[in-house]
């Protein structure tokens, strides 16, 4: 078994300190300090017995012993590098479990497809990343799965009546399996109540099949500032190329839930094959050490490039979580389930698409390339890149309108990150 210190005495090891050894030992790897990369496709058995064992333990033909190790066989079903690093993904949000995927979209399209069948129903709050949206409104129908957005404000009411809706449309053998919500919304930042879904959910206990997962989509602010399982939700998806892999260099994306959830998405990403290689395991191992502080800082970055911003007279609005009234619906919902304001915001400029190029064409030390969660700032046109495939009427009603800019904030000074805010927008 590895190591898996989290105390010493009574005191709680805190996430960022277990991110520097968490689940492995030295004494395994000739006594490196640091995780190697285990390159390899395959592993030897100690007998075709324990082979034999190993395997069906693998393919659920016998329940795992207590304390078992599962063993290895094949990096498509696992690899060292890859298990230490789902340990250590799961601390950030007291998960039983994590699994790690080749993308986000890997991520979220398994655990889609693990939990709905045809004749299914998912409603989902809007907006969302451009990718979901693609694989809810042209992908998904095509297997007869049909994906409800939520009309509306996203109240209880709301939510309530799209549910409604969704099951009221389904086939006599259909259910609703999911309930999927991305929060805060890519690129609006719009908050979503969690505790209120898993509220709702938890009403439809008596629906054929058991009541619907709540699954949400927490790259934009975790895993440190939200928490979506401590509000009830049953996983918790990440892009992990954004804040967590956080250099722009690697491509993956994991869920977060209990052992019974996740077992049949393990499942799903064995014989799909959409988990990720042992390279991109090691360096998200690596990326986890410096988490927090990349985080914080942009974080704190973005609180003085966002406040400089929205005094701007060429600026109608801007998207800060920081920003929210304290006393507006989400005012309320950002102090109940965020611990901070995040790091990307939209900029809401004066004018109309001309506007917005002129001043994404301006930039200097901001890039302009989709993405975010880098050390590198990055600026990026949701209405024409992220969100292009969704039709205009839906970008209007979503809030994603042809003026509004995505900046992402990264480690960089923050008097120079608005040193170049403040050049483009003479430019406007």
């Known amino acids: 078994m590895r190591?898996?210190?989290?105390?010493?005495?009574?005191?709680?090891?805190?996430?960022?300190?277990?991110?520097?050894?968490?689940?492995?030992?030295?004494?395994l790897s000739e006594g490196a300090i640091k995780c190697p990369v285990f390159q390899s496709s395959t592993f030897v058995f100690e007998s075709a017995a324990a082979g034999k064992s190993v395997m069906q333990l693998a393919y659920g033909l016998r329940e795992r012993g207590v304390a078992e190790d599962p063993g290895l066989i094949y990096s498509r079903i696992n690899n060292p590098a890859l298990e230490i690093l789902e340990d250590r993904l799961a601390l950030w949000d007291g998960a039983e479990r994590a699994l790690v995927f080749a993308?986000?979209?890997?991520?979220?399209?398994?655990?889609?497809?693990?939990?709905?069948?045809?004749?299914?129903a998912i409603v989902y709050t809007p907006p969302v990343y451009g990718g979901t949206d693609f694989l809810?409104?042209?992908?998904?129908?095509?297997?007869?799965?049909?994906?409800?957005?939520?009309?509306?404000?996203l109240s209880a009411e709301s939510m309530q009546a799209s549910v409604e809706q969704a099951r009221a449309e389904l086939a006599t053998t259909g259910r609703l399996a999911v309930i999927y919500a991305e929060t805060p919304a890519n690129p609006t930042n719009r908050l979503v109540d969690l505790a209120m879904l898993a509220d709702l959910a938890r009403s439809l206990e008596g629906q054929p099949g058991g009541r619907p997962r709540l699954v949400v989509d927490n790259t934009m602010l975790g895993p440190l500032w939200q928490k979506p399982l401590a509000h009830g939700a049953d996983i918790a998806l990440y892009s992990l190329t954004k804040y967590v892999g956080g250099h722009s260099d690697l491509i993956a994306g994991s869920c977060v839930g209990s052992e019974g959830d996740l077992a049949a998405i393990s499942g799903f990403r064995t014989i799909l094959g959409t988990m990720t290689d042992p390279h991109t395991a090691w360096l998200l191992m690596r990326s986890l050490e410096t988490l927090s502080l990349r985080m914080r800082?942009?974080?704190?970055?973005?609180?003085?490039?966002?406040?400089?911003l929205r005094k701007h007279p060429k600026v109608e609005q801007v998207g800060f979580l920081g920003f929210v009234e304290p006393d507006s619906d989400q005012?309320?919902?950002?102090?109940?389930?965020?611990?901070?304001?995040?790091?990307?915001?939209?900029?809401?400029?004066?004018g109309g698409e001309a506007e917005a190029f002129r001043f994404l064409d301006s930039l200097k030390l901001i890039k302009l390339a989709v993405s975010l969660g880098g050390t590198e700032s990055l600026a990026s046109y949701p209405a024409g890149m992220t969100h292009v495939d969704v039709a205009p009427e839906m970008q209007k009603a979503y809030g994603i309108s042809?003026?509004?800019v995505r900046l992402s904030v990264g480690v960089e000074e923050p008097d120079d990150l608005i040193a170049d805010c403040l050049q483009a927008l003479e430019h406007v």
């Open 331 to 350: 005012g309320r919902i950002y102090a109940r389930q965020c611990t901070g304001a995040g790091s990307t915001f939209s900029v809401i400029l004066r």
């Open 297 to 308: 800082q942009s974080e704190a970055s973005a609180w003085k490039v966002a406040e400089t």
């Open 136 to 153: 809810f409104e042209k992908l998904l129908p095509q297997f007869g799965i049909r994906c409800h957005p939520v009309s509306g404000d």
């Open 103 to 120: 993308s986000g979209m890997a991520a979220i399209s398994t655990t889609i497809l693990s939990m709905a069948r045809p004749g299914d």
């Open 3 to 27: 190591r898996t210190i989290t105390h010493i005495g009574d005191h709680a090891l805190a996430p960022s300190s277990l991110m520097m050894s968490y689940g492995y030992d030295p004494k």
């Open 402 to 404: 042809d003026n509004l």
